[in-house]
């Protein structure tokens, strides 16, 4: 089984603040996911990263994946209370392993 | 263009029942997944298909039984419910291992 940790587990912010989620393995990935959850929801996809190295960002939200494909950041810049939430990071195994393993996710909580 | 319909959305069940999830997915998503999420376990891979005719388990299958005769649907089907299934069921779905998957919006089970 490949495990993939979080950190932190809980993070509470004022608006404004910058902050960084991380999510680490031993394991190589094909590729690497980030959700973000609001409660009585299912997750939502925000990006999937499947090159070492990679960077994408997404409005105020920047992702990167490690060079060695085994960790991943996610960044927040200038939080706002909307960003409060669950976010998931969950890895997908290589050749024909199709199973998607989730880490058990930071909750964000960003106070006006 | 509905997406991943899961029903229903709530259940109790007496210990020792039997009952079927339903899963149904209307984008043509060959990779269709059941996760059940428990509160400081995160989301854990119950059984997973990556086509019509093909399932496999994944890291709690025990107690769980999944078929996959269509594209469409995923039912997943609990045997004899214990209470330590109470949880969460998220069904989810992807055109491809690699791109990032869309989830339904849960089934919430209690086991009495």
């Known amino acids: 089984t490949q495990l993939l940790e979080q950190s932190p587990q809980f993070l509470s912010i004022q608006e404004g603040e910058n902050l960084t989620v991380y999510c680490n393995s031993s394991?190589?990935?094909?590729?690497l996911q980030w959700y973000r959850q609001e409660p009585g929801e299912g997750p939502v996809l925000l990006v999937t990263?499947?090159?070492?190295?990679e960077v994408k960002k997404l409005k105020r939200l920047t992702f990167q994946f490690g060079d060695a494909r085994k960790d991943s950041s996610l960044h927040i810049t200038a939080a706002q209370p909307g960003d409060t939430g669950l976010y998931l990071c969950?890895?997908?195994?290589?050749?024909?392993?199709?199973?998607?393993?989730f880490g058990k996710g930071t909750l964000l909580t960003v106070n006006p | 263009n509905a997406g991943v319909t899961q029903t229903p959305k709530f259940q109790v069940l007496k210990t020792g029942q039997s009952m079927t999830l339903q899963c149904a997915q209307d984008?043509?998503?060959?990779?269709m997944s059941w996760y059940r999420q428990d509160p400081g376990m995160g989301l854990r891979l119950i059984h997973y298909?990556?086509?019509?005719?093909?399932?496999d388990q994944g890291e709690v299958p025990n107690g769980y039984n999944v078929s996959r005769s269509t594209t469409e649907d995923f039912p997943l089907r609990l045997l004899s419910a214990a209470p330590s299934q109470t949880s969460v069921y998220f069904c989810?779905?992807?055109?491809?291992?690699?791109?990032?998957?869309?989830f339904g919006s849960g089934t919430r089970l209690t086991v009495v």
């Open positions: 990263v499947v090159t070492g190295g």
């Open positions: 394991s190589v990935f094909s590729s």
């Open positions: 298909s990556v086509g019509a005719g093909i399932t």
């Open positions: 989810a779905s992807s055109y491809s291992y690699r791109v990032g998957y869309t």
């Open positions: 984008m043509n998503h060959e990779y």
């Open positions: 969950a890895g997908m195994g290589g050749g024909s392993n199709y199973k998607l393993t």
